[in-house]
């Protein structure tokens, strides 16, 4: 049974840093496209980054552009965000997901094949 378990999150002043991990098992790793998606209170699951299935790719919502950064290392099956200069809105829960297409990456979160739990961050202003 596929799962990826995020971890990471916590309660954070506004400026500071966080990073988040996501750690997949029984998966395939190398051969997803990884995304990270985020829920605020009262709001809908918003598209934050992706990554291609070698890393090579990336692409951020303009909202995180030049704060976040997303990575992986796929010897340890293992998908990462680092938050830096945190805002209040991105409280939110954070999940982490999986899309086995081959060329790409989606914003669309119906896309995504396999979800996480989530994990909550928490911008303090």
């Known amino acids: 049974q596929v799962q990826l378990v995020e971890s990471g999150g916590g309660l954070v002043q506004a400026g500071g840093s966080l990073r988040l991990s996501c750690a997949a098992s029984e998966l395939t790793f190398s051969s997803y496209t990884m995304g990270w998606f985020r829920q605020g209170p009262g709001k809908e699951r918003e598209f934050v980054t992706a990554i291609s299935r070698s890393g090579g790719r990336t692409y951020y919502a303009d909202s995180v552009k030049g704060r976040f950064t997303i990575s992986r290392d796929n010897a340890k099956k293992t998908l990462y965000l680092q938050m830096d200069s945190l805002k209040f809105e991105a409280t939110a829960v954070y999940y982490c997901?999986?899309?086995?297409?081959?060329?790409?990456?989606?914003?669309?979160?119906?896309?995504?094949?396999?979800w996480g739990q989530g994990t909550q961050v928490t911008v303090s202003s």
């Open positions: 997901a999986a899309d086995s297409r081959l060329y790409g990456a989606s914003s669309q979160y119906t896309e995504y094949d396999y």
